[in-house]
């Protein structure tokens, strides 16, 4: 005999039916939105569309007497239709006609409005705002900006971040300062994740090396993953001698590896014995591989040897990283060609160097007929 039912087949159907109108509510719901969505935006058009000229007359840096300017300023938009409209126009442009919408935002009190939207108790309206901000591109504005990079939300203080950057070297010292100190994890909340970071310093410039030197020794074992990672795209000589520290011993195995490719961007000839040393078979894998590309960065006949050295190691990823180095500089193309014409080569040795001299001829269009 089969167990009796607990769920009779007409609460099943009441329940089917419930759930059929709420996904038609919700459908209902969703197409309601996009149609009023579509509906304000085509109301704002309509708004805007008498001061469109003087706006793109404006962006295009064709207002020279400040008429479109000082209409633009005396408009009256209660919606803030009209400074959202600028703000978007602003990051499309950049040089003068940037200055001339930034000056017609202040001419409106769009930047007071600005600053104080970033205390709004919205983390949408905060991070909005602080975006608005770094588009101005204001050195006085950058006090603002680094309360940002304390506020409550993770999101705000990764716009704030950008925000910065977006400033440039105008932001000073103690704004790259304070970037690297926001990757820090504090009070169990994660800090500005360390690629927004990097590309902020970076966009620096050579404002952010102190505080980049400072952070290659910080405790934070991310501080130093940015502070190198940065070091090598500034191009930072200054702090050689600290990445190839950090490269021979730091204890986390992405900052080596960080370091190590900092020391290939960098393209110094004397980093070469560390970097040879850091291909030796009792370092870990990823980090043989990364001193690997970066001997091919330094394109040094020394450099040439070690490479051509490991295209015979056990690890194949290896020995592949190494013949691509290889093929990257003069030196190392002419060890490749050695190697693919030595008839006393081992087999398998010249058979890798012809198909990498191969590959790169096909990367550089260069087929023989």
Request: aromatic share 0%.
């Amino acid at each position: 005999m089969t167990a009796p039912s607990i769920i009779s087949s007409g609460l099943l159907h009441v329940v089917a039916v419930v759930v059929l109108c709420l996904c038609l509510l919700l459908a209902a719901v969703v197409v309601f939105s996009k149609l009023l969505i579509a509906r304000r935006q085509a109301a704002t058009r309509t708004r805007l569309a008498p001061l469109r000229p003087d706006l793109l007359e404006v962006a295009a840096g064709e207002d020279a007497d400040g008429a479109a300017r000082a209409r633009l300023i005396a408009h009256q938009d209660h919606r803030g239709e009209l400074d959202r409209a600028l703000v978007s126009v602003l990051t499309k442009v950049r040089g003068a006609p940037a200055e001339a919408l930034v000056e017609v935002l202040r001419g409106r009190d769009a930047v007071g409005r600005t600053v104080r939207a970033t205390r709004s108790m919205s983390s949408v309206h905060r991070a909005r705002a602080f975006r608005t901000l770094g588009l101005l591109r204001d050195a006085d504005l950058v006090p603002d900006l680094l309360r940002g990079l304390h506020d409550r939300s993770p999101e705000v203080r990764l716009v704030a971040a950008r925000a910065i950057g977006a400033v440039g070297p105008p932001a000073g010292e103690r704004a790259a300062r304070a970037v690297l100190r926001a990757v820090r994890t504090q009070h169990a909340q994660p800090g500005v994740a360390a690629g927004t970071a990097t590309e902020a310093l970076v966009r620096l410039g050579v404002v952010s090396q102190p505080a980049v030197r400072e952070g290659i020794t910080d405790d934070d074992s991310g501080v130093r993953l940015v502070a190198a990672t940065v070091a090598g795209r500034g191009l930072f000589s200054a702090c050689a001698a600290q990445l190839a520290d950090l490269a021979r011993s730091d204890p986390d195995q992405l900052v080596r590896i960080a370091a190590t490719q900092a020391l290939g961007e960098l393209g110094r000839p004397a980093d070469g014995p560390v970097l040879t040393a850091l291909t030796g078979a009792v370092e870990p894998v990823a980090v043989r591989r990364a001193a690997a590309t970066a001997l091919g960065r330094l394109g040094t006949e020394d450099a040439a040897v070690t490479l051509a050295g490991l295209r015979g190691d056990a690890d194949r990823g290896l020995a592949g990283v190494a013949a691509t180095a290889l093929g990257e500089s003069a030196p190392g193309q002419a060890a490749l060609d050695r190697v693919a014409a030595d008839p006393a080569g081992s087999a398998p040795a010249v058979r890798a160097a012809r198909a990498t001299l191969e590959v790169l001829r096909l990367r550089s269009g260069k087929v023989d007929q």
